[in-house]
């Protein structure tokens, strides 16, 4: 298992070069100068502070010496500066990555043991009224754009029933400590994280339906079941753990998706994370922390798939015999 961990992160370690460099190619590749944004902003657009500006942040340097000096930095781990938000990138993405991570995984939970339960549920009870009902739940959720069950859910319970804040991370100003100020952060969590968990909860419970009734019809089953085991005994030891490695690859893939891809949650719930940070970066042209946010998402996906390579060992043994 170290063996197969060592040699699954040298190639990881390769991937996210190659992505990095690639990154950096398409970004500067795109239209837009940030000097004439920053300048435009300024109210200053003569050629003389254009240039001084480019000077200023290496703008004018041609783009393989900005190339080698960017993949340099970030073998050191030094992702550059954000010439726009006057900080390091680096602290900047730490400070904001906490709240993406504690939304995303929330979401991920959520979607995770929820859809897969309900999955179960229908399988087990495949052609009644409970598999039509979760069945067609799933297809609306699945179906449904995601910034409008965003935007319903805050007219809903947080301007109709008052229920639930709509905005933000915690409550501006109250100054709330220790259990009182978790409470308020799991408050303004509830909606972003169920907005963004209830597309993968519909595929999570679609997989694992299709799933379990693949496995359902196979031999050992209907062995298990002349046997005379319990129907429970069935559905959870031989079934559902059968059915799980495709459960699991979209496990690795959402978790690794998720980090950097809340970007209409994050807008529009106003929550401070990585991907409304990565929308901000793109609008103000900010080439740097554009990048070092493709960074740490390229390496958090990378970081998923080693865990669910690892997690198929554990799951299947005979993935590890092979």
């Known amino acids: 298992m170290i063996g197969f961990i060592l040699a699954r992160l040298g190639k990881s370690a390769a991937i996210l070069v190659a992505i990095v460099a690639l990154n950096f190619l398409l970004i500067h590749a795109a239209p837009g100068d940030p000097a004439a944004v920053m300048a435009g902003e300024a109210g200053a657009s003569d050629e003389k502070f254009l240039a001084q500006l480019r000077t200023q ?3 004018d340097k041609s783009l393989p ?3 080698a000096l960017y993949m ?3 073998l050191t781990l030094d992702l550059g500066y954000s010439y726009r938000q006057q900080m390091p ?4 993405i730490f400070s904001r990555l906490p709240a993406t991570l504690l939304l995303t995984f929330s979401a991920f939970a959520i979607s995770l043991v ?12 495949v052609g009644s009224w409970a598999d039509t009902l979760i069945s067609t739940a799933a297809l609306i959720f699945y179906a449904t754009p995601l910034f409008w069950v965003a935007l319903m859910a805050v007219i809903l319970f947080s301007v109709t029933l008052d229920w639930l804040p709509g905005f933000g991370y915690e409550t501006v100003g109250a100054g709330y400590t220790g259990l009182r100020r978790v409470l308020d952060i799991a408050e303004h969590l509830i909606l972003p994280a169920l907005t963004l968990g209830l597309f993968f909860m519909a595929v999570y419970m679609r997989m694992t339906r299709a799933s379990m009734l693949e496995v359902r019809g196979l031999d050992f089953v209907k062995t298990a079941r002349a046997k005379g ?3 429970r005994t069935i559905l959870w030891r031989h079934v559902f753990r059968n059915a799980m490695l495709p459960i699991v690859t979209l496990a ?3 978790a690794g998706q998720l980090v950097g891809g809340a970007v209409l949650t994050e807008t529009v719930f106003a929550w ?3 991907g409304r940070l990565m929308f901000e970066a793109l609008a103000q042209r900010d080439y740097n922390l554009l990048l070092g946010i493709f960074f740490i998402s390229a390496a958090m996906v990378l970081l998923f798939n080693l865990i669910t390579d690892v997690a198929y060992r554990v799951v299947d043994p005979r993935i590890r015999a092979s």
Not at 89 to 92: N, P, R
Not at 120 to 125: D, E, I
């Open 89 to 92: 990138v680096a602290d900047l």
């Open 114 to 125: 929820l859809g897969t339960l309900a999955g179960v549920l229908a399988s087990a009870r």
């Open 252 to 254: 690795g893939l959402q």
């Open 72 to 74: 340099k930095g970030v």
């Open 57 to 59: 942040f290496g703008l």
């Open 272 to 274: 401070p994370g990585i």
């Open 229 to 231: 085991l319990a129907p």
């Open 65 to 67: 010496e900005q190339m």
